[in-house]
């Protein structure tokens, strides 16, 4: 099926950094989501992108659709230690009656 | 709060055993997702169901199966129990799998995280 995979699979920041993460698919996607999971919680949607080239933002994220659609990229300004959690992308596959995720990235921040 | 609502939250029991886990989603949402994430596995897709019928079928194991009700709740069932079953369970809910409404957006519950000894 298809997979999608994120890099970094981890990291580790200083409070007031910025962050870059991205997404990378096998297959041609025309959604992109990034959803957030905190611990201890499900995942909530942070941001959706339903064009090549887009860049949309939510207050001090930032993501992009790629232009090639098999990725996408997302962005933290200026972290803060509540952007400790779990940032998964997603897209819709299976004929768009399923959400496909990707590996993750663990985001920690150290104060 | 993201109006899904899942139960149990903890769930312990033994191999060979039978659960079930129980979602209700948001109002008005008719489509629900079970999705299964264990430590190594990410988020792995189960099965959806759209007004009662199944749409979408994800790994979902023999042992396992799922319904959806006409008050749009919906129970995942778990049988024959094995310590490789131990995960958190989570169901989300949309307005529908396509048309003008559907923007891939799911809402999540909280999850029922099973635990097989």
């Known amino acids: 099926g298809q997979q999608l995979n994120q890099s970094p699979q981890s990291m580790f920041i200083q409070e007031g950094e910025d962050v870059s993460m991205n997404c990378t698919s096998s297959?041609?996607?025309?959604?992109w989501l990034w959803y957030k999971q905190d611990p201890g919680e499900g995942p909530v949607l942070l941001i959706a992108?339903?064009?090549?080239?887009e860049l949309t933002s939510n207050g001090r994220l930032t993501a992009q659709f790629g232009i090639t659609r098999k990725d996408s990229f997302l962005n933290i300004s200026a972290s803060i230690p509540s952007d400790v959690g779990i940032y998964f992308c997603?897209?819709?596959?299976?004929?768009?009656?399923?959400?496909?995720f990707g590996t993750g990235t663990q985001l920690k921040v150290e104060l | 709060d993201s109006g899904v609502t899942q139960t149990p939250k903890h769930l312990i029991t033994a191999t060979g055993q039978r659960v079930t886990l129980r979602c209700s989603p948001r109002?008005?949402?008719?489509?629900v997702y079970w999705y299964q994430q264990s430590l190594d596995q990410g988020l792995q897709f189960l099965i959806q169901?759209?007004?009662?019928?199944?749409?979408a079928k994800g790994n979902i194991l023999e042992r396992f199966s799922a319904q959806q009700f006409p008050d749009l709740h919906s129970e995942l069932n778990l049988s024959s129990l094995e310590l490789g079953d131990s995960a958190l369970y989570f169901c989300?809910?949309?307005?529908?799998?396509?048309?003008?409404?559907?923007?891939?957006?799911?809402?999540f519950g909280e999850g029922s995280r099973l635990t097989v000894l």
């Open positions: 989300a809910s949309s307005v529908g799998p396509r048309g003008l409404t559907y923007t891939g957006e799911l809402f």
């Open positions: 169901y759209y007004n009662g019928e199944e749409r």
């Open positions: 997603a897209g819709p596959t299976g004929g768009g009656n399923k959400l496909t």
């Open positions: 297959s041609i996607f025309n959604t």
């Open positions: 992108l339903y064009k090549a080239g």
């Open positions: 109002s008005g949402d008719l489509s």
